[in-house]
Every structure is written in structure tokens, then in C-alpha cells.
């Protein structure tokens, strides 16, 4: 960095105006040979990200299907794809649901618990923080299958859950059919806190010590340290964790496909499980790929949210 | 919040209580694998197996069932890393060492990709691959797989080259060393650890991906284990639950055993740190 900063600094030589074009010809040429390695990684992007992007937004506008006649040509049909989107009773549900499972488990759920064990590991003992730090990231690591089959067995009819309520004599209800939805929140909060728990874990040692104990020594309660003092000090974790949550579960496929399949009916289709049923399942095309385009743009809203929020780091 | 006061004591006692039963909670359904796959009459609930066995992991442990799937899964999760790494040590290096008028805005579409939601994408990508004639082909999900991956790598990537020293690579300039040369004699040995740090990330991240390969992949031996067992839970998963939670121990080891390497070496926070805002 240094050598360029002393190479840009504009010459001192008898004809400044002649020399600073062949500084900038020569800089130019400079940095087109210096941004030859970013080739590949511009490559894959442009042809196997971008192309995907494009593509969905052009693609929603089309009436393409897999099978019959529009599956050979597809054509330009405009907003139709989105108008019948907002005309089909499934896709109101769905948004609503997906709204609920954005909510209830990564806003409320996985932040408040991650945030929760976080505090409360700071005052537990070390094997127990240790043991249960341990348990909270496996269930993370699990790869998305395998977490859930767990869930699905926890909640099944005969799972543990019931199980467990029947030896303090409850019958409990077939959870996956009776409260699809309550069981893949909870599946999801058990699956991603960890996340939210190492954010808030990093976050909470870079709090100074000494402003709380001071803050203690005036007669600060313990709540009100945490209201006062604490949650400002890690505003910013709690603000980009919150993007990072939500856009996670934004795209949350593979738990509720296996847990659920979406079912019973359409009781927990979130959508991108619509997306994909209309896809794969009725052959839209079209319509699947007007659905991808809403998730890619409100992705892209959170991300511009988060990208504000992150910009002192490229600046 | 750790203090020595009277009410610091009662405050430990309650903190590791309510963690305990969280923890608890969070156990309980990874128990259920860890039994079930030992159990040859397994239930879906926890139960101690009346005779422990290793029948599962036999029963599983054939080529059809497991080992292909799995083969396939390194193959697919290998290649997704090494070509992420490669391309992503490649881009970061101007990115960490030169000021350009490009990074700015590389850097601004490099974070913006880490946060597109790429299951919405899926049926576009599909309708992508049908037109490049790249369905059920290995090659194509893995340049896909990598590219989803490749902006958190490249990103993360440059955080740990900028924590290189420059020193050393300015004497190499010196003595007239070009810039591949600098960077595969002196920045890549530098920052080894690092490397390794990214590429267990996008191997973990490949390894666990279902939604990706069981759009991409159709034929069924080509695909990784993470769709064969989702096929396997399809058709014996009503049946046979003890060798559905051995196959699906088996496929989980590995990304177990790759995460407690990284957090070994101090890098576990670098998964989630990646992101400290």
C-alpha cells in the first residue's frame, strides 16, 4: 500500500502536465493488470449468480412451464405472473406465514434466546457454560437434514416431546399436523440460536467491565444495567445480527421440507417451499420464478439495510 | 455481571440452572439420534436401547445406501472449496493489497451476495441450468455451489490477508518479484491458517447443502448424501429409524470432526465473527 500511495502522489517534474497524463496512462493500465486475478471470481459470479438474478427477474415475466406448449417457447406475458400471484388464495397465506416464521423465530426466538444465553453465560460456571456452549453449537453444525430428522423425531406423534409429557400424564397432540407451525419454529430456534448466542457472546467481551461494575457501584440493578448500559454498548451486534437472522430463515428450505413438507395442506408453506411446489410440483415455471423474484428483493432490501449498517468496515 | 456480592452467588445458582435446562432441551432431539442409531427396534422417542448394536451402521454402511452418496458428497464438496479458495485467494489479494477504483464497489456486491437469499433462487437457477443443458451434471452444481459460497470466502479472505503483514511483500517487490510470485511464495504460506479456515468453512457449508443438489442432481447416483438420505427417510424412514439415524450420524461426522478442528485453532468465532457488525 505504500508503494502506490507514493506512486500516486502527483510528480514534481519540470512538465507537470505531460508527466501526470503518462502517470495516469501508465496507472491505468496499472490497475487493469493488478485486477487480473479478481477474473475468476468475476467469472463464476457474473455467469452463476448474476445470470441466476436476471434470469428470475426476466423469467417471472414469462409464462415458461415444464411441460405443454409454453414449455418449448416460453413468452412475454408482462405482470401476469404476479397478478395471478396476488389473485391465488395460497399466496397471501403464505406471505403471512412466512412473516409469522420470520418473526416468531429468528427476530423474536433465535435473537432474544442467543441473546439471552449470551448474559447468561457471562455469571454461569465454566463446565456448565462449556457443556451447554457445546450443545447449542452442535445442534448448528448438524447439517440442515440431519437437524431436520431430529426435530421431526422430537415432534412426531410418538416423538420424545410426547413422550415426555406423558409421564406427567398429558396426552400431548400429533404436533407436526395439529401445530405445524409452532413445531418448525421452535425447530428453527433450536437449529440457528447458536448463531445468534456467538455474536452476542463476541459482543458482549468487547463490553468494557468497568462501565458496568461503575454503573453497579452507583445502584444500577441488574436489569437496569443490561437495559442502560449493556444493550446500548452492542447495539450494533444486535443490528446486524437481526439482518443476518432474518435473512437466514428467509431462505429456510430444507427443515420445513423434511419436518413437514409444508403440510398438512398448505399450513406451513412458506415461500419458498411455494415457490418450489409451484416450480416442481405444477410445472409453473413462471410463477415459482415470480415468487423467487419477491424473496430476492426483499433480500436485497435487508441487505442494503445490513450493507448501511456495515459500511465504516469497506470504507 | 459476575460479582463477588451476596446476590452474586444466588445469581450464579440461577444462571446455571436455567442453562442447564436449556441445554437439556437442546440435547434432547441429538440424543434421539445418538440412541436410535445404537437401537436395532428404535422409536422416534429417546429410549435406552435394550441391547446396544452396531447392526445400523452395518446395515447402512453398503455402497448403495451410504458410501457412493458420501463419495459423491466429497466430490461435490471438495471441489466447491478448492475452486472457492483458489478464485477467492486470487481476488482478495488485490483487494487487501492495492487501492483501486474497483474495490469499493467489489466489495459492495461481494457483501450483497453473502446476504441473497439463495433458495429463493432456486428455480431460476434451474431454469438457468436447463438451458445450458447443465441439469444432472456434477461439474455444473459444483461451479454453482462455489459460487454461492464465494462472496462470504472472499470476504473473509481479505479480512485475513489485510492482517498480513506488507513488509515482507515489499522487499520481494523490491527484488523484483512479480505479483503471483508474491502471492503464492509469500502471502499464501503466510496465511495458511486462515486458508484453511475458509476452505472448512465452504466445505461444512457444501457438505450440509440439500436444496442445491436435490434441485440440480436427478439421477440418483450422483447424488450426495445429503438427498440420499432425505430418499432414504422417503421410502425405510417409517420403518427403519435406527438405520435412518446411523446413516444420518455417519453423514454428520465429518462436519463435526471439520469444526472442532477449526474452533481448535481459534477460528470458530471467524464462522460467525465473519459477520461482527
Not at chain 2, 17 to 27: A, E, P, Q, R, S
Request: with cysteine; proline share 6%.
Amino acid at each position: 500500500m505504500t508503494a502506490t500511495a507514493i506512486a500516486a502522489a502527483p510528480g514534481r517534474t519540470p512538465d507537470p502536465e505531460q508527466h501526470r497524463r503518462d502517470r495516469r496512462r501508465s496507472g491505468a493500465r496499472r490497475s487493469l493488470i493488478r485486477s487480473i486475478p479478481l477474473l475468476p471470481a468475476v467469472l463464476l459470479l457474473a455467469v452463476f449468480l448474476l445470470g441466476p438474478v436476471i434470469s428470475s427477474f426476466y423469467g417471472s415475466l414469462t409464462d415458461s412451464s415444464l411441460s405443454g406448449s409454453a414449455a418449448q417457447g416460453a413468452s412475454f406475458v408482462g405482470f401476469d405472473n404476479y397478478i395471478a400471484l396476488f389473485q391465488d388464495p395460497d399466496f397471501p397465506k403464505s406471505v403471512l406465514l412466512t412473516f409469522v416464521f420470520l418473526i416468531a423465530s429468528a427476530i423474536v426466538g433465535q435473537n432474544v434466546l442467543g441473546l439471552g444465553l449470551a448474559l447468561l453465560m457471562q455469571s454461569a460456571n465454566g463446565a456448565v457454560r462449556g457443556v451447554v456452549g457445546t450443545l447449542v453449537v452442535g445442534a448448528w453444525v448438524l447439517p440442515e437434514v440431519v437437524g431436520a430428522f431430529a426435530a421431526y423425531a422430537f415432534f412426531s406423534a410418538d416423538g420424545t416431546l410426547n413422550s415426555l409429557l406423558a409421564t406427567i400424564g398429558i396426552t400431548g397432540p400429533s404436533w407436526l399436523y395439529s401445530f405445524p407451525m409452532l413445531s418448525v419454529i421452535l425447530a428453527n430456534i433450536w437449529r440457528g440460536t447458536a448463531f445468534s448466542m456467538l455474536v452476542y457472546t463476541a459482543a458482549l467481551n468487547d463490553v468494557p467491565p468497568e462501565i458496568t461494575e461503575s454503573a453497579a457501584v452507583d445502584g444500577a440493578r441488574g436489569w437496569q444495567r443490561l437495559r442502560y448500559i449493556t444493550l446500548p454498548m452492542i447495539r450494533r451486534s444486535i443490528s446486524t445480527n437481526l439482518m443476518l437472522t432474518t435473512l437466514q430463515t428467509l431462505s429456510v428450505f430444507g427443515l420445513i421440507f423434511v419436518m413437514t413438507g409444508g403440510g398438512p395442506g398448505t399450513d406451513s408453506t412458506t415461500l419458498p417451499l411455494l415457490a418450489y411446489q409451484e416450480a416442481f410440483k405444477f410445472g409453473e415455471l413462471g410463477f415459482g420464478t415470480a415468487i423467487a423474484t419477491i424473496l430476492l428483493i426483499v433480500g436485497a432490501l435487508c441487505s442494503v439495510v445490513y450493507l448501511k449498517a456495515l459500511k465504516p468496515e469497506v470504507d | 455481571m459476575a460479582m463477588t456480592s451476596p446476590s452474586g452467588t444466588s445469581m450464579r445458582v440461577v444462571s446455571n440452572t436455567v442453562l442447564v435446562v436449556i441445554g437439556l432441551c437442546f440435547l434432547l432431539p441429538m440424543l434421539w439420534l445418538l440412541l436410535a442409531s445404537l437401537d436395532t427396534s428404535a422409536t422416534l422417542s429417546v429410549k435406552l436401547p435394550e441391547t446396544f448394536s452396531l447392526d445400523n451402521f452395518i446395515a447402512v454402511l453398503t455402497p448403495e445406501t451410504a458410501l457412493i452418496p458420501l463419495l459423491n458428497s466429497l466430490l461435490l464438496s471438495g471441489g466447491c472449496a478448492i475452486i472457492t479458495v483458489v478464485c477467492a485467494v486470487l481476488a482478495a489479494y488485490p483487494l487487501s493489497r492495492y487501492r483501486m477504483r474497483v474495490n469499493k464497489p467489489f466489495l459492495y456486491g461481494v457483501l450483497f451476495g453473502t446476504c441473497l437469499p439463495i433458495t429463493a433462487m432456486m428455480v431460476p437457477v434451474y431454469s438457468l441450468f436447463v438451458a445450458f443443458n447443465l441439469i444432472d451434471s456434477i461439474g455444473g452444481t459444483i461451479l454453482f455451489l462455489a459460487a454461492t459460497s464465494l462472496p462470504m470466502a472472499i470476504w473473509m479472505m481479505k479480512n485475513f490477508m489485510d492482517s498480513v503483514p506488507v513488509s515482507l511483500e515489499e522487499a520481494a517487490w523490491v527484488d523484483g518479484a512479480s505479483m503471483m510470485s508474491t502471492l503464492t511464495r509469500i502471502v499464501v504460506p503466510l496465511m495458511r491458517p486462515g486458508i484453511g479456515v475458509v476452505f472448512i468453512f465452504v466445505f461444512i457449508g457444501a457438505w450440509g447443502n440439500f436444496f442445491v443438489p436435490f434441485v440440480l442432481l436427478l439421477s440418483p447416483e450422483q447424488q450426495p448424501a445429503a438427498v440420499s438420505i432425505f430418499t432414504f427417510f422417503g421410502q425405510y424412514g417409517s420403518v427403519a429409524y435406527g438405520q435412518l439415524a446411523a446413516f444420518s450420524l455417519i453423514y454428520s461426522v465429518p462436519v463435526l470432526a471439520l469444526y472442532v478442528l477449526v474452533s481448535r485453532t481459534g477460528g470458530s468465532f471467524a464462522l460467525a465473527g465473519a459477520v461482527k457488525g
